[in-house]
């Protein structure tokens, strides 16, 4: 009896030691794995106090994608603010309206990036110029009209296209993109009628708005709900108008009832309005 009984308690004794060396383990791998922890805490704290995150060079931090007629350094200089920022402060939505600010962009997108360093992608959609905008024929065009509606100064963006059509008008004109549609469709629809392109459209008068249409000058009165429906006539006068182009100083489309043609009284008297 007493051989079994030590034997039972070697082995009791045996699982014992068993289970502390197991849990001196658990303790020695749970010690490590803390250890480690705080090493990795310690080193990410040390890497992103120590790494550079804010935007430093703006010629190589800022790159600009899809400009042709704003320059990178007109881009640029709207970001000025955003220099020496956080990556991670700076709001693209922010930085967005920043770049729209400038007359010849119409959206911007803005991605960032930490790494392999802290920089701003930024993708650009230009304005698309309608029309030359100038305040008299003698004057030098001062501006390009966007189909938006939104002037962008020449003298700012001097590569800009200046698109063949004028238009001419007082200082203070403006358009929207409602506007710039209707005078799109009016433009064109006149040189479908005459087959020729419309080169300028006089608006210094509002209330009697004149067109130079090839060698023809078109008077359209004031451009209100009915000048669609004036202009449609303009085709059936074309075969009258022929035979008097060299004399003829204007057509006028700006009477609902009948389409005067103005004669000059000597043929060195023809003027363009």
Known sequence: ???PMNQRQEWIRSRRQKRKGAKAARLRRQFMR???LSIM????????QHTRWA???PRTDIVIHGNFVATNAQIRS???SFMHTPIYQI???AV?????????IRYAFVRRYAFPKPRLVIEVLEEYPWATFATSPDDEPEAVIAQS???IPIKDFPKIHKPELTIYGNPNCQFNTSQVGQWATWVAYIGEQTKEPVSFVDMRKPFDVTVQDGDLVLKLGTPDTTLTRRLGRLASVMSAIEPLRSKLEYVDLGLDNNIPLKVAKKPGDRQNI
Request: positive net charge.
């Open 41 to 48: 805490l310690w080193g990410s704290v040390f890497v992103f």
């Open 55 to 57: 935007l430093v060079n």
């Open 34 to 36: 803390y250890v480690l």
């Open 1 to 3: 009896m007493a051989a």
């Open 149 to 151: 509606g939104r002037m």
């Open 78 to 80: 709207k970001l000025a």
């Open 91 to 93: 709001e693209p939505k």
């Open 96 to 104: 967005e309206k920043k770049v729209t600010e400038l007359a010849a």
